[in-house]
């Protein structure tokens, strides 16, 4: 047992553990984006740009034409405008078989940026070894992949998953931009971070309305820290505060938003803003399960450690809880304010990602201030958090199990690993090249496509898939200029 106890405290050891079971679990997401294929929104957005591109060949006429295209969909359906002029320029307008290429920088950017934002925060600022540091980024990254509440709408679907995950990711590096510029000695670095921090603030602002929403709260957060304790740094935080500003009020201001809120029942926004944080409690309610509580208790005692460790004072831990919350039930407001529900899955997965900041940075809290007000008894110092560690991890490995064996589809990789290995995916593929032979096919007008004899839990959606009304399936009829398009032998 004691042998056992030293490995679980063994740092180092506690890492490559960790790493191998992280790369492990993120191989088959990356290898099945190859059996990817673009659907619904993928198209409509597309459709600004894929006759440029195959008229010209031309990548700055196609940008031209996305620049065009942003400018209709402002005018006329929503206003997020840096969003929609990516989503008009996504891999397949380019050609289908780059569609997998826009879904790895997906899966591989968000966890980049995750690894960097936690070494900033808990090398640089806490003081943490690598090693450390390390093993929570990467158990982070790995919870919040694996336990997303729609794989497809977070990483499988391009439109989606840029437009949420996508930006999301852009303003993880944009905090870890700013968390450097406080850092910043040096005139020529403080100078390019804050360039780059106006630059991402615009692109944040200008992307869906939860994350640059949540991204003012957090930017106004730092200046304020900054204003009341480092009244010499406030630059980049400042212009980084009224650059989203700007940019969202643009998006907002948008003719096209009020064309799209006809669609929508919407709320008042003080009772979006109030409902926002009932609803936080019942997200966490509805959404989050066992598995996701006990991994975050895996690393609670090493986190615990180092906040013991830091030179940080922790005075205020309600306060700061209180905080956190605020800023984790802001990911609610904007669908509550336009939707008055907590809005589609995509809109959820920010939902549960903005959940594991909050558990993160509240454990973190409190972890420093009992270190450091709790009175422990003599035997403090033969007190060993690897059983606590221990008792986690167990207890993770066990409701892990069970929702795996209750529903597979529960964990991504298990997801994944099946529809790879029993073909699944690969069936779902070469039945997507049949209908794209279908749709390439020029003296075919009317296409009628066979329905999927598979439906992989990360790719299909029935929303996603063509229908069996042809006036549904305008969009990917555009696309590929046909007269209908219509799906036949609908199972």
């Known amino acids: 047992m004691k042998k056992f106890l030293n490995c679980v405290t063994n740092r180092k050891l506690q890492f490559w553990f960790v790493f191998a079971l992280f790369i492990a679990s993120l191989i088959p997401l990356l290898i099945i984006t190859m059996y990817a294929h673009p659907s619904a929104d993928d198209f409509t957005y597309g459709n600004h740009t894929v006759f440029t591109w195959r008229e010209t060949n031309s990548v700055s006429q ?62 640089n600022f806490l003081g943490a070894d690598k090693y450390s540091a390390g093993i929570i980024a990467m158990w982070f990254a ?50 390019i971070l804050a360039i780059l921090t106006v630059f991402l603030s615009f692109i944040i602002g200008g992307s869906n309305f939860v994350t640059s929403l949540t991204s003012v709260v957090i930017m106004a957060l730092i200046l304020a820290f900054c204003v009341i304790f480092k009244r010499e740094k406030i630059l980049a935080p400042a212009l980084g505060l009224l650059v989203l500003s700007v940019a969202l009020t643009i ?57 013991r460790e830091s030179k940080i004072s922790f005075k205020y831990p309600v306060l700061a809880t209180v905080i956190f919350y605020g800023v984790y039930v802001s990911t609610f407001t904007p669908n509550l304010y336009s939707w008055s529900s907590f809005g589609p899955a995509r809109v959820v997965n920010i939902n549960f990602i903005a959940f594991l900041f909050y558990m993160i940075f509240s454990i973190g809290y409190w972890c420093g201030w009992i270190s450091r007000n709790v009175k422990t008894r003599k035997k403090k110092s033969k007190f060993n958090p690897a059983w606590i560690t221990a008792v986690f991890i167990f207890a993770f490995i066990i409701a892990s199990g069970f929702s795996i064996f ?86």
């Open 62 to 123: 196609t940008i031209s034409a996305a620049v065009e295209g942003t400018k209709q969909v402002y005018n006329n359906w929503q206003g997020s405008f840096v969003s929609v002029f990516f989503m008009t320029l996504h891999p397949a307008v380019f050609s289908e078989g780059l569609y997998m290429f826009g879904l790895l920088a997906l899966i591989l950017g968000y966890v980049a940026a995750n690894l960097f934002l936690f070494k900033i925060i808990f090398m």
């Open 406 to 491: 209750k529903n597979p589809d529960s964990v991504m990789s298990i997801s994944v690993a099946k529809s790879i290995i029993s073909g699944e995916a690969r069936t779902f593929r070469n039945e997507y090249l049949t209908r794209l032979e279908i749709l390439k096919n020029p003296e075919i007008q009317n296409a009628e496509l066979p329905a999927f004899s598979v439906n992989p839990h990360v790719f299909f959606h029935s929303q996603l898939d063509v229908s069996t009304d042809p006036h549904a399936n305008s969009s990917i009829a555009i696309f590929y200029n046909k007269e209908s398009v219509v799906l036949v032998n609908s199972q």
């Open 251 to 307: 998006s907002v201001s948008a003719p096209g938003n009020d064309v799209r809120q006809e669609h929508f029942t919407a709320m008042n926004p003080l009772s979006a803003i109030f409902t926002s944080f009932e609803y936080g409690f019942t997200f966490i309610e509805l959404v989050i399960k066992a598995p996701v509580l006990l991994a975050l208790g895996c690393i609670t005692p090493l986190i615990y450690i180092i906040m």
């Open 142 to 191: 790995f919870i919040s992949m694996q336990f997303i509440f729609s794989p497809i709408e977070g990483f499988y679907w391009y439109n989606s998953g840029l437009y949420y995950i996508g930006f999301h990711t852009i303003s993880l590096i944009l905090f870890s931009v700013v968390l450097l510029w406080l850092k910043a000695e040096e005139k020529y670095r403080q100078i």
